[in-house]
């Protein structure tokens, strides 16, 4: 039977996978979703030894043949073999402590996309005791020559160290294809899941809504895969390299040519039903 969502989750030697995915595991099952973990220059051996505990009840792992970290090409891998008409791009160390989905569902039903509105820290750090400020927000628009308009914002709550979450997306798997899914060529850590918003905007006049909270387990980014520790640097060059596609009008993403290149160099481990 078809499923409902089509959860991707992007491995690379995170164990606090095996926590989030038992405890997300009762609400994704209400909603008989399956759940794809794709393993992007991880452990394979890590990575069953994760998936042993507790689970969603549709869970399946890919394994990519490949010793670079790539969160866009993983996520466009993780969507070739979806079986739900919804996508729901998930981070391995997030806990899903509302059952926003049927109000996300509702909203992916029309010309829209849904994003997680309030991240809050398991760990969060406490807010000096003089502080004066509730909110800090960081927005950037794009209008081009021929009127259509894109969006994107970052919010960050000073009280409580909560913030909204543009990389938490659920989509229409059909706008994700038409958009031609992330960007694999932007790397290291920033701005892909930015991207993705800006360019459903672009490209297909989407427009964005936002419910629900989840927990991030709190942890230091330097226990992170390599590739994401210079975190300005490399969302600086991102920005950068999209700001160009932007400009010459080029809203697409590398899923067709991810998928066509890798199709043979990816494994199913498991199926559990």
Known sequence: ????????????????????????????????????????????????????????????????QTTVFNKSLALNLGAS?????????LDADIILTEDFLSIAFDIVAGQRFFTVEHVVESAPEPAPPDNQLVEMANQISFVAKDGRKATVAVRR???NSSRNAPGLVMLARKHFLEVGGMNADLSGYGW???DLLLRLQFALGLEERSAGQVIHLSHKYEVQHPAW??????????????????????????????VATWKDKMSEEMLVD
């Open 81 to 89: 073999i979806a079986h739900a008409n919804r996508l729901f791009l």
């Open 1 to 64: 039977m078809k499923p409902e969502l089509s959860v991707i989750i992007t491995w690379c030697d995170r164990p606090e996978l095996a926590h989030t995915l038992a405890e997300n595991r009762l609400l994704l099952d209400r909603y008989d979703a399956e759940v794809i973990v794709v393993n992007c220059a991880g452990s394979q051996a890590n990575l069953r030894q994760v998936l042993s505990g507790a689970r969603p009840r549709r869970l399946r792992s890919v394994d990519l």
């Open 157 to 159: 709550n000073l009280c």
């Open 192 to 194: 892909e899941d930015r």
């Open 229 to 258: 520790r210079d975190r300005q640097k490399s969302e600086h060059l991102n920005f950068v390299a999209c700001f160009k596609n932007y400009r010459a009008g080029y809203y697409a993403g590398t899923y067709y040519y991810d």
